[in-house]
């Protein structure tokens, strides 16, 4: 099973450069989110889609744009990249949400990251 | 805001010694409660998880216990291998899932 697939695995950009992180999951999820992870400070919630259709704002949405594309995609967009950009992106999904009932013991599922430097 | 704080690292132990990571939370309703592993090179990955106080999550050896009266979730495990040399991260569920800052975890022979 292939789970969570996130490309490209590597990336190096120059500031102002822009790029689009992809994401896709097989599991049937509802909910689709992308975190970033940086030393010290572990994951924080860049946006997340609790269903088709619908996306939102995590605790560091600045500079980045999402797209729900459909119910298996979900995309992560920098318009202009920044150093401070330089991250470890991971895209999840959960079982959780939906317009109906929700189900807050749904565990994560991480894709195996990707890796952007911003020089 | 819901919070999880948990102890800083990194924790460096030898082989069959005793683990205990700690972990609190901050919440004003009743979250679910996670432990999640990270080996290197790839994503995160589910450990355990408890959905209400005093359950008690467990997978390969590692067990933890929702405690609502201290707001934890302490990780322990008896006895360490090199194999479980990660970084931890305790994590809570609620309107949506928030990390802690991770502890690296390593295990010499």
């Known amino acids: 099973n292939a789970g969570v697939t996130q490309t490209p695995k590597f990336q190096v950009l120059k500031t102002g450069q822009s790029m689009t992180l992809q994401c896709a999951q097989d599991?049937?999820?509802?909910?689709m989110y992308w975190y970033r992870q940086d030393p010290g400070m572990g994951l924080r919630l860049i946006y997340y889609s609790a269903s088709e259709g619908t996306t939102d704002k995590g605790e560091v949405p600045n500079g980045y744009n999402v797209s729900r594309l459909n119910k298996r995609e979900f995309s992560l967009r920098l318009e202009s990249a920044a150093p401070s950009q330089t991250s470890v992106y991971f895209c999840a999904s959960s079982a959780r949400g939906g317009t109906g009932a929700t189900s807050y013991n749904s565990p994560l599922h991480f894709g195996n990251g990707t890796r952007l430097t911003v020089t | 805001g819901d919070s999880v704080t948990q102890m800083e690292g990194p924790v460096t132990l030898s082989e069959e010694a005793f683990l205990t990571i700690n972990c609190t939370y901050t919440?004003?309703?009743?979250?679910?409660l996670f432990w999640y592993v990270q080996y290197p090179g790839e994503g995160l990955q589910l450990l355990l998880k408890a959905t209400k106080a005093d359950d008690k999550g467990s997978n390969k050896g590692f067990e933890a216990t929702y405690r609502k009266e201290t707001t934890s979730f302490h990780l322990e495990k008896g006895s360490v291998q090199v194999s479980d040399s990660a970084v931890y991260f305790c994590a809570l569920s609620q309107n949506d899932m928030r990390f802690g800052a991770g502890t690296r975890l390593t295990v010499k022979p």
């Open positions: 919440a004003t309703g009743y979250p679910s």
């Open positions: 599991m049937n999820h509802n909910s």
